[in-house]
């Protein structure tokens, strides 16, 4: 029975083969399978599937981008200005606690404090300016940055405050020594040895002083000969400032109180020629006269001084402890000719005692200290 199965079977595979119909089915198939109905040779057409921006799309990317640049921009200038307002507090720490140290060289760090408020200053200026930039923008910037613009007016506020404490307490900007004078007394004094004769037609003479005390006349240099004492001498007042040339009425007279304990430039200027005499006060003009010692000579041979006057009251000569000068005084130069405006403002300026004149050269002329004034740096 079982063998007749087996036998049915295999008739009926045979007969399937023998059909070719069924094997094309089969084959075509398969094909369908592979290509989808297809030529293999054919290649699908491309397909185009980039989608035009409409004008909308297009300015919505563009309002996205702006918006992105400008805060970008506000977050960059929020950056600067913190930046810079956290360098600028930390020189300002640093200078403060250098002033603290009381066994700190005073010279030096007097010269570093001058250049390092400068520097600060103008810090402090670009920062203005970068937040004056700012407050044109639109009003939610301008509130974003209002803290920081407060912390730089303080920060300002503070410099100006301790730069007028330094400009109490250091030499003035460019000096490295100075001249002490601790008290009022006839035997405390300087004498200057030009190393040239002084013989002049005209002159300039500048010199910085911090005044502890002012009498009716205190003297802050004075050239003298055994003829005549008051060849010329510039001296203070209790509401004056004082330049004389020969002696006489030839003096001009600037109504101007020195602040005392305060450094304060002077300058005076003298020409033989027409007379005209100037006296300057902290780089300005401040009085001025012609008709004043005209056509006069000052002679040589006499003895030129500071913080006080031979003034030959007595046998010998002798000092008067009344005109003596009390305080610090230094950058003393004379010329032998007028300086112009530029000239003596330059006198004045962050660079004063290293400009030096051809008569008396502050650092370089030698003075003898006498008493108890001594060098102070």
């Known amino acids: 029975m079982r063998l007749a199965a087996v036998l049915l079977c295999v008739l009926w595979s045979a007969g399937r083969a023998e059909n070719p119909d069924d094997y094309e089915l089969v084959y075509v198939n398969l094909d369908n399978e592979i290509d989808n109905g297809l030529h293999p040779t054919e290649e699908p057409a491309?397909?185009?599937?980039?989608?035009?921006?409409?004008?909308?799309?297009?300015?919505?990317?563009?309002?996205?981008?702006?918006?992105?640049?400008?805060?970008?921009?506000?977050?960059?200038?929020?950056?600067?200005?913190?930046?810079?307002?956290?360098?600028?507090?930390?020189?300002?720490?640093?200078?403060?606690?250098?002033?603290?140290?009381?066994?700190?060289?005073?010279?030096?760090?007097?010269?570093?404090?001058?250049?390092?408020?400068?520097?600060?200053?103008?810090?402090?200026?670009?920062?203005?300016?970068?937040?004056?930039?700012?407050?044109?923008?639109?009003?939610?910037?301008?509130?974003?940055?209002?803290?920081?613009?407060?912390?730089?007016?303080?920060?300002?506020?503070?410099?100006?405050?301790?730069?007028?404490?330094?400009?109490?307490?250091?030499?003035?900007?460019?000096?490295?020594?100075?001249?002490?004078?601790?008290?009022?007394?006839?035997?405390?004094f300087g004498s200057v040895h030009p190393a040239t004769p002084v013989r002049l037609e005209s002159f300039s003479a500048c010199v910085w002083v911090k005044a502890t005390d002012v009498l009716n006349k205190t003297i802050l240099f004075s050239y003298g000969t055994k003829r005549n004492p008051y060849e010329i001498q510039l001296y203070l007042s209790y509401q004056s400032t004082v330049l004389l040339v020969g002696g006489g009425e030839s003096k001009l007279v600037a109504d101007t109180v020195i602040s005392l304990g305060r450094w304060t430039h002077l300058c005076g200027t003298w020409n033989s020629k027409k007379g005209h005499m100037a006296l300057w006060v902290n780089g300005e003009l401040v009085a001025t006269a012609v008709g004043m010692a005209t056509d006069y000579i000052v002679p040589e041979g006499g003895i030129l001084q500071i913080g006080q006057e031979k003034n030959g009251c007595c046998v010998g000569g002798g000092f008067d402890e009344t005109l003596a000068f009390s305080g610090r005084l230094t950058g003393f130069n004379i010329w032998d000719r007028v300086l112009s405006n530029e000239e003596i403002v330059e006198a004045g300026g962050a660079e004063s005692c290293h400009i030096r004149g051809n008569v008396v050269g502050w650092g370089v002329t030698e003075i003898q200290l006498h008493g108890g004034a001594q060098y102070i740096s």
Request: aromatic share 4%.
């Open 46 to 188: 491309p397909c185009d599937c980039r989608r035009e921006h409409s004008e909308w799309d297009k300015l919505f990317i563009m309002m996205e981008d702006s918006q992105m640049r400008e805060g970008m921009l506000l977050q960059a200038t929020d950056d600067v200005l913190r930046g810079e307002l956290r360098r600028l507090r930390e020189a300002l720490g640093r200078l403060a606690g250098s002033l603290e140290r009381p066994c700190a060289p005073p010279a030096p760090a007097e010269a570093r404090l001058a250049r390092g408020l400068d520097e600060l200053l103008q810090a402090s200026r670009r920062l203005a300016l970068l937040a004056g930039a700012e407050a044109q923008r639109p009003e939610e910037a301008g509130r974003a940055l209002g803290a920081v613009l407060e912390e730089l007016r303080q920060t300002r506020a503070d410099l100006r405050a301790l730069r007028g404490w330094a400009a109490r307490r250091w030499l003035p900007a460019g000096c490295e020594i100075a001249i002490l004078f601790p008290m009022r007394s006839k035997k405390i």
